[in-house]
């Protein structure tokens, strides 16, 4: 267990309401998104996954797990879901029928991995914005391997990659989710595009901030048109070296982006940074609507001072990973105080129920402690 000092009182800034788009969340705590490994060969997601996030249903909104949007936007790590067939779609209706049954509210994360991407995974050549590859290892079926060099899209298959996540939004809408978020930060591939490193590209979709940016930009504007812009979120993560992504201009794409979709009226921008940055001070200037943040603390996640940035306005909302991984009553034990049960970090990325669907609430531990 991990000692849990700070208590949250009924009427706390993040136990309030929010709208974010078309969805009124009962409480400003969402749950992050995780990859949990846990699908099944085709991408569909598992059978537990309906019960382990109707588990977490009491979170203001739960973001699922990045979701692939064709069968190539895979291949990052093994058993990750995808909404691009049937079979996906019934899964994700089963899942949000479970979490709305449960008074919760849920988006799909969208996701094209991009250059991080091993062709042991995916079983497709790698790709992205330019030749440029990650430095790092990947886990695949045959163990430990380097990321490959990816090969640069054409200007073709990027709208493809466009149409592809209008296709997969429209799925999650049918299947009964409230909406969706679109994945352009930790070093995947639209995240890859905004970079000034990584992007080395000189037609429309490289160079300038403006041209950087247009690949999420028009990503969003597709989404939005599909499905409303009121149901649609954007994650960012300026200067995030995940996935060894590297950018020397940490504001300029992300300005030109801003500036670019803002107009639409999005549900909600999730920022992925430190709060206490310039960058996020400058961020939070062009975009005063609703921003949900996530600090990017795996551990010991700091309650207080997240109340402390929503009672003041510097967000909207909060999204925090690990403390709703581990404990699906998160909510209860932060109005009671009460200790948070310790992730099992070995359990992240296995299979099976342990460390996904068997952390006990306090109500189930009780007896263990009597």
Same mark, same amino acid.
């Given at each position: ?193 905004? *970079?000034? %490193?990584?992007?080395? =590209? ?9 041209? #950087?940016?247009? !690949?999420? $930009? /028009? ?96 967000? *909207?909302? %909060?999204?925090?990973? =690990? ?9 209860? #034990?932060?109005? !009671?105080? $009460? /200790? ?31």
């Amino acid at each position: 267990m991990t000692d849990q000092t700070f208590r949250l009182a009924p009427d706390a800034s993040l136990l309030t309401p929010v709208r974010v788009g078309a969805t009124e969340a009962a409480n400003r705590v969402f749950m992050a998104p995780l990859t949990r490994s846990r699908a099944q060969s085709d991408a569909t997601p598992s059978d537990l996954a309906a019960l382990y996030y109707s588990q977490r249903a009491a979170a203001g909104l739960i973001i699922s797990e990045a979701t692939a949007i064709c069968e190539q936007a895979n291949g990052a790590y093994m058993n990750t879901p995808g909404i691009y067939t049937d079979r996906h779609q019934q899964a994700w209706a089963d899942i949000a029928d479970a979490v709305h049954a449960g008074g919760g509210k849920m988006f799909v994360q969208l996701w094209h991995v991009g250059r991080m991407a091993h062709p042991d995974i995916s079983g497709f050549e790698t790709v992205g914005p330019s030749p440029v590859a990650a430095d790092m290892l990947t886990h695949t079926p045959a163990g430990k391997q380097p990321l490959p060099v990816p090969r640069a899209l054409t200007e073709h298959e990027i709208g493809t990659i466009i149409g592809q996540f209008r296709g997969a939004a429209r799925r999650a809408i049918d299947a009964g989710m409230d909406g969706v978020e679109i994945h352009s930060a930790n070093g995947y591939l639209l995240h890859e595009f905004l *970079s000034d %490193v990584v992007n080395l =590209r000189t037609d429309a979709y490289g160079g300038s901030a403006e041209n #950087r940016a247009r !690949l999420t $930009a /028009e990503v969003v504007e597709a989404v939005a048109d599909e499905i409303g812009a009121d149901r649609v979120g954007l994650r960012i993560s300026p200067g995030n070296g995940a996935g060894d992504m590297r950018e020397n201009d940490q504001v300029g794409a992300y300005e030109a982006l801003l500036n670019r979709i803002r107009p639409l009226g999005l549900a909600y921008l999730h920022v992925l940074i430190d709060p206490s940055t310039q960058t996020f001070g400058a961020l939070r200037a062009l975009w005063p609507d609703t921003l949900v943040l996530n600090t990017g603390r795996d551990t010991d996640t700091d309650f207080c001072q997240l109340e402390s940035l929503v009672d003041w306005g510097a967000a *909207s909302a %909060v999204a925090v990973g =690990r403390s709703w991984l581990a404990n699906p009553d998160l909510i209860d #034990r932060l109005l !009671l105080g $009460a /200790e948070l049960n310790e992730p099992d970090v070995p359990t992240f990325y296995a299979s099976g129920p342990a460390g996904y669907v068997d952390y006990p609430t306090l109500a189930e531990a009780e007896p263990q402690s009597a």
